[in-house]
Nanobody, 118 residues
Framework: QAQIVESGGGLVQPGGSLRLSCAAS????????TAWYRQAPGKEREFVAK????????YSDSVKGRFTISRDNPAKNTWYLQMNSLKSDDTAVYLC???????????WGQGTQVTVSS
């Protein structure tokens, strides 16, 4: 059974850093890409960053230059989101999304809470 587990969230002061991890197991299909999304209370889920299987990355304008998405050893199916220069607006639940092809399917984790506050 497929499982996506996020970790690394917590409370951090403005200007601080956190590194989130996303570990996938039991995935069926050819990996196409992995993304991070976030959802703040009362707001819609929004795209944060994405890394395709070929290594190409994409970021939302709000995090570009501050966040970096990466992948560990491909055999480990683990991805990271390095978040620097955090702002209060970054406070949200961060969710990992793994997309496979053949047929297309998107797996979601339960999320990890990030709170940026002094």
């Amino acid at each position: 059974q497929a499982q996506i587990v996020e970790s690394g969230g917590g409370l951090v002061q403005p200007g601080g850093s956190l590194r989130l991890s996303c570990a996938a197991s039991g995935i069926i299909g050819a990996l196409w890409g992995t993304a991070w999304y976030r959802q703040a209370p009362g707001k819609e889920r929004e795209f944060v960053a994405k890394i395709y299987v070929n290594g190409v990355t994409d970021y939302s304008d709000s995090v570009k230059g501050r966040f970096t998405i990466s992948r560990d050893n491909p055999a480990k199916n683990t991805w990271y989101l390095q978040m620097n220069s955090l702002k209060s607006d970054d406070t949200a639940v961060y969710l990992c999304n793994v997309v496979v092809k053949g047929p297309t399917h998107a797996y979601w984790g339960q999320g990890t809470q990030v709170t940026v506050s002094s």
